[in-house]
T-cell receptor, first 112, second 110 residues
Framework: SAVISQKPSRDICQRGTSLTIQCQVD?????MFWYRQQPGQSLTLIAT?????????ESGFVIDKFPISRPNLTFSTLTVSNMSPEDSSIYLC?????????FGQGTRLTVV | GENVEQHPSTLSVQEGDSAVIKCTYS??????FPWYKQELGKRPQLIID?????GEKKDQRIAVTLNKTAKHFSLHITETQPEDSAVYFC?????????FGAGTTVTVRA
C-alpha cells in the first residue's frame, strides 16, 4: 500500500490567514483526494486533485477557499484560505489504489 | 450524489458480546464498501471491505455482509474486546470517491 506523508500534522492559525497542507506519496498514484473531518463528525470529500488540471470540487466547496495543486503524480497541496474558526477541522489527503483508499495522518487545524 | 446512512450513532456492548453496525446507500452504481476504524487522534484505518459481487466476507472476529438489492451492508464484530472501542465508519465507493456514513462510536465495557 502507498505510504502517505502529510504535513504539518497540526497548526494553530489566526483568522484571516491561509495555511497550505502538503501531501507526499511514496509512489505514483492516479487518484488523490482531500477530505475534511470537522470535530466529532464524519469525513467529507472536498475535492479530487487532478494532475495537470484544475481540481474537481464537491458541492459546498470552492476553489477560492480551498485551492489545490497537483504538480505531479506523487504530490498535492491544499490551501485553506482566509480562515475562520469554522475551518477548524482535521484535513486528510487520500490516495486510491485498486479501489482501496489510504489516508495521510491528517492535519489538525485550529483557527483562533 | 451518494448518500450513506449509518446506525446506530453510539453502541455500548459488554466485553465478549457482539456488535452490529448497519449502513444503507442510495447510489446503485457504488460497487465497493469499506469499513474504517478511527481511534482518537488517529487517521481512519481500513479494517474490512466488500465488493459488489460478494455477499459476505469474514476476517477473524470481523464480518461484513452486503445486500445489493436492498442497498444495505453491515459490520459484525464478535467476541468484542476493549481494544475494539473506537469510531467506525462505513463508506460506499463510486468512481474511487468515498461517501462516508456519520460514524458509530463503539464502547466495549470490561
Amino acid at each position: 500500500s502507498a505510504v502517505i506523508s502529510q504535513k504539518p500534522s497540526r497548526d494553530i492559525c489566526q483568522r484571516g490567514t491561509s495555511l497550505t497542507i502538503q501531501c507526499q506519496v511514496d509512489s505514483q498514484v492516479t487518484m488523490m483526494f482531500w477530505y475534511r473531518q470537522q470535530p466529532g463528525q464524519s469525513l467529507t470529500l472536498i475535492a479530487t486533485a487532478n494532475q495537470g488540471s484544475e481540481a474537481t470540487y464537491e458541492s459546498g466547496f470552492v476553489i477560492d477557499k480551498f485551492p489545490i495543486s497537483r504538480p505531479n503524480l506523487t504530490f498535492s497541496t491544499l490551501t485553506v484560505s482566509n480562515m475562520s474558526p469554522e475551518d477548524s477541522s482535521i484535513y486528510l489527503c487520500s490516495v486510491a489504489e485498486n479501489t482501496e483508499a489510504f489516508f495521510g495522518q491528517g492535519t489538525r487545524l485550529t483557527v483562533v | 450524489g451518494e448518500n450513506v446512512e449509518q446506525h446506530p450513532s453510539t453502541l455500548s456492548v459488554q466485553e465478549g458480546d457482539s456488535a452490529v453496525i448497519k449502513c444503507t446507500y442510495s447510489d446503485s452504481a457504488s460497487n465497493y464498501f469499506p469499513w474504517y476504524k478511527q481511534e482518537l487522534g488517529k487517521r481512519p484505518q481500513l479494517i474490512i471491505d466488500i465488493r459488489s459481487n460478494v455477499g459476505e466476507k469474514k476476517d477473524q472476529r470481523i464480518a461484513v455482509t452486503l445486500n445489493k438489492t436492498a442497498k444495505h451492508f453491515s459490520l459484525h464484530i464478535t467476541e468484542t474486546q476493549p481494544e475494539d472501542s473506537a469510531v467506525y465508519f462505513c463508506a460506499a465507493v463510486n468512481d474511487y470517491k468515498l461517501s462516508f456514513g456519520a460514524g458509530t462510536t463503539v464502547t466495549v465495557r470490561a
